[in-house]
């Protein structure tokens, strides 16, 4: 699958995050969400990990429909 092994210098999905990094990896402890987390999926977000609605601007100029990942607690 040609998808699979895109190279750092075309295709990248990541613009901007972190690109010192090898690999971006975050962790959030569960216990430290209150009851709603919002995370990005767009790797547009200027408040990584979490949306910060920077994913309408780039679905609107790429004509693409990407969005957050919403995480809630169980009351
Ligand atoms: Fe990236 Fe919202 S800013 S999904």
Redesign the pocket.
């Known amino acids: 699958w040609e998808g699979c092994c895109r190279s750092k210098k075309s295709g990248a999905i990541n613009p901007q995050i972190l690109k010192s990094s090898d690999k971006v990896v975050d962790s959030i402890d569960i216990e430290d969400i209150s009851e709603k987390a919002v995370f990005?999926?767009?790797?547009?977000?200027k408040n990584w990990p979490y949306?910060?609605?920077?994913?309408n601007a780039h679905n609107k100029s790429e004509g693409d429909n990407?969005?957050?990942l919403i995480v809630t607690k169980k009351k």
């Open positions: 990005c999926r767009c790797w547009r977000s949306c910060d609605g920077s994913h990407v969005g957050p």
